[in-house]
């Protein structure tokens, strides 16, 4: 049973470009969130999806962010124009459920130069 | 939301010795509370969780952790490290949602 999938696992932006992070939950989870791990800090919620629908966005930045979780595909979490605050690691993770544990993918490590 | 504080960010430990990360949270009605770790350049796994039932909860690679309500504590330990051992160390917990809060982290170094 494959874990949370991410790709990819790095990716290096110049300001202004944008940066399209990827995320394949677990086998039978419906249920994908994001988190934004800053240097030297834990991780912040970011957003909270199900299959074609955003049930908490009360993490994202308002602008310049976005994600989405299609009715088939990854879930994809975008940034347009990015600044070099936005570099960080963000990680997804997946349930089967709500209110069931989270289990983690390896990271996207975003680098904007 | 909660906040949670691990009081240690750096614990350097020698091998076979025991160590133990302090995590403590603020306090809720009800809260569901994990240990992940994180080895250099991965993702998180998670070590253990306390949903309900025994205080006492044993995780993967020997670690074991024990929820104390009245002091709002979760602190998680091992009786003799390895080498491997070496990584970062999140507290987190959940209330009656789905969103997890994290501690800033505690990087255990351990030394021969």
């Known amino acids: 049973n494959a874990g949370v999938m991410q790709n990819p696992r790095h990716l290096v932006r110049r300001r202004g470009q944008e940066a399209r992070l990827r995320c394949s939950p677990m086998?039978?989870?419906?249920?994908v969130y994001w988190y934004r791990q800053l240097p030297e800090e834990g991780l912040k919620f970011m957003v909270y999806?199900?299959?074609?629908?955003?049930?908490?966005e009360s993490g994202m930045p308002k602008e310049r962010f976005s994600a989405e979780f299609p009715k088939e595909g990854p879930s994809i979490l975008r940034i347009q124009q990015v600044v070099r605050g936005d570099s960080a690691a963000y990680f997804c993770?997946?349930?089967?459920?709500?209110?069931?544990?989270?289990?983690f993918g390896p990271g996207t490590r975003l680098l904007v130069l | 939301a909660q906040s949670v504080t691990q009081l240690d960010s750096q614990v350097p430990v020698f091998e076979e010795a025991p160590v133990e990360l302090r995590c403590n949270y603020s306090?809720?009605?009800?809260?569901?509370l994990f240990w992940y770790v994180q080895y250099p350049n991965q993702g998180l796994q998670l070590l253990l969780k306390?949903?309900?039932?025994?205080?006492l909860v044993k995780g993967i690679n020997g670690f074991e952790a024990e929820f104390n309500k009245s002091q709002t504590s979760f602190h998680l330990r091992k009786p003799s490290v390895h080498i491997s051992d070496t990584a970062e160390y999140f507290c987190?917990?959940?209330?009656?949602?789905?969103?997890?809060?994290f501690g800033a982290g505690t990087t255990v170094t351990v030394r021969a």
């Open positions: 993770a997946s349930s089967q459920t709500g209110g069931e544990t989270q289990y």
């Open positions: 086998k039978g989870h419906s249920h």
């Open positions: 999806l199900q299959k074609e629908n955003i049930i908490d």
């Open positions: 306090s809720s009605v009800s809260v569901y």
């Open positions: 306390y949903l309900s039932g025994s205080t």
């Open positions: 987190a917990v959940r209330s009656n949602d789905y969103k997890l809060s």
